[in-house]
């Protein structure tokens, strides 16, 4: 069927060029902007109501920050643009030929309706990939989302909770034991920042467990951490890490995870089990579903990553009007050759500028020229006031890094008050090393039938932890 969904029959009525927006991230979102005041109605659907800054979510499940200063409402960044209308719903599938998306799971229950088209722009990002191993999925949750963060937060903490009031050595050794997997920025800014709450923020709180004993153990494949980066600032980045309490395991790669333990296999072939309760997950990444239903319906190539191919002014074969963007394409040049672009904020932001402007240059007539990358370097952060940045063939490091890292990031964040936010809680932890969102607020999101009243459940008997508690 085809529903009236926040006014999308009036701008056929009007005649306007119709713009949907599939996606409100960095992508969809510049994509947005590039249209303000262009002759046109854009409509802007995801299934959340709020744009997420993802390079800081992980500050979030390390309560450094909460979620409200890294996310911003999608109706209030365009609430004073008359042509924008956003819809909370899911995008469950495309009709290219009659130029339609399928959404469900509207904020009314009602559902699913057929939204029209003359412009589609898909920005439907990633999800981390788990190799096959989506099991692992409740044991090892990733920090993609704002909901995982707070699980994560939760198991961090409560892992320091649980040690406290557990007797025995080796099962307080495994609950303060860390395993973080990936050293991508990702990983190795979540190592550390785990490492600098054992070390910092939680060493005075607890009487009978000292917290700068937790280990933390930073797991990757590649033989150094950070592999994107140049050779001379990953060894800075594993000696900063090492610095900090972080134990680099390059060459490895996990092959099991269980609530109680992580097994690693070395390059050699031997394997290594490490008892751990908790793990997070930063490796790989593989497309949204969203490529793979367009490339389905336009019968384009769809890589192992699920990365739907795009030609070099990022439309899908065939269809001109359907531009799709981010870490969910694989851009390919004039001769057919994959482009290869890096999975980052900057990629999905230059593209979502491009596909506004494509549409606006085709509405004047014009073809728009093939997207062109403008690599503006790499940066991430390691603990306080310790960094790496490779900017244009500039290597920098330490603290002149970490203050590039904070104002590129303050920079690129949503909204003043986002921006004085999130500045305020790091001049605040960088002086007392504090952090201020340490609550333990949130439920077990795994598969156990059983959820306690707490975050862990205690034996006043036996007087240690209940095993048979939910993780944490």
């Not at 937060?153 to 997997?181: K, M, S």
């Not at 937790?214 to 000696?239: H, K, N, T």
């Not at 920098?396 to 303050?410: C, Q, Y």
């Amino acid at each position: 069927m085809t529903g009236d969904v926040a006014g999308q029959t009036d701008a056929a009525e009007t005649g306007r060029h119709r713009v949907v927006v599939v996606g409100g991230g960095f992508g969809g979102v510049q994509a947005v902007r590039k249209l303000r005041r262009a002759p046109v109605d854009v409509m802007l659907i995801d299934r959340r109501n709020f744009s997420l800054f993802q390079p800081l979510v992980y500050q979030v499940a390390t309560g450094a920050l909460s979620p409200g200063e890294i996310a911003s409402p999608l109706r209030g960044i365009f609430k004073r643009d008359e042509s924008v209308r956003v819809v909370l719903g899911e995008v469950a599938g495309f009709d290219l030929e009659h130029r339609r998306v399928l959404v469900d799971r509207l904020s009314n229950d009602s559902g699913p309706v057929e939204i029209p088209y003359d412009s589609l722009i898909v920005a439907g990002g990633s999800n981390y990939s788990y190799f096959g191993h989506d099991e692992w999925r409740p044991v090892a949750p990733d920090v993609k989302s704002l909901e995982n963060a707070l699980e994560v937060r939760r198991r961090i903490l409560t892992a320091f909770e649980a040690a406290e009031y557990e007797p025995d050595p080796d099962r307080r050794a495994a609950w303060l034991t860390f395993v973080v997997v990936g050293a991508g920025p990702t990983g190795v800014e979540l190592a550390g920042q785990i490492a600098e709450i054992a070390r910092d923020t939680l060493h005075r709180d607890f009487r009978t467990i000292d917290t700068r004993s937790a280990r933390v153990l930073l797991v990757e494949m590649a033989d150094r951490v950070l592999p994107q980066f140049p050779p001379r600032l990953s060894q800075r980045a594993a000696r900063a890490l090492e610095h900090l309490g972080v134990t680099p395991m390059t060459g490895h790669r996990v092959v099991e995870i269980t609530a109680e333990s992580v097994t690693l296999e070395a390059g050699s072939g031997t394997t290594e089990q490490a008892p751990a309760r908790t793990v997070v997950w930063a490796a790989g990444v593989v497309a949204s579903e969203l490529a793979g239903l367009l490339g389905t319906q336009a019968g384009a190539a769809v890589d192992r990553a699920g990365r739907v191919a795009v030609g070099p002014d990022l439309t899908v074969p065939g269809h001109p009007e359907v531009i799709a963007l981010g870490d969910m394409v694989q851009v390919h040049d004039a001769e057919g050759k994959a482009v290869p672009l890096p999975g980052l904020a900057p990629v999905a932001m230059q593209q979502g500028r491009y596909a506004g402007q494509a549409v606006r240059e085709r509405l004047r007539g014009r073809e728009p020229a093939p997207f062109h990358y403008r690599d503006k370097g790499n940066l991430a952060t390691i603990g306080r006031a310790k960094a790496v940045a490779d900017i244009k063939g500039l290597q920098l490091s330490g603290f002149i890094a970490w203050l590039t890292w904070l104002l590129v990031h303050l920079f690129y964040l949503i909204g003043f008050q986002n921006r004085l936010l999130v500045f305020t809680r790091w001049v605040i932890s960088f002086v007392t090393r504090g952090r201020g969102e340490r609550l333990i607020t949130t439920e077990h999101l795994g598969d156990e039938a059983e959820v306690a009243s707490g975050p862990v459940a205690y034996d006043e008997q036996a007087g240690r932890a209940d095993p048979r508690a939910p993780r944490s």
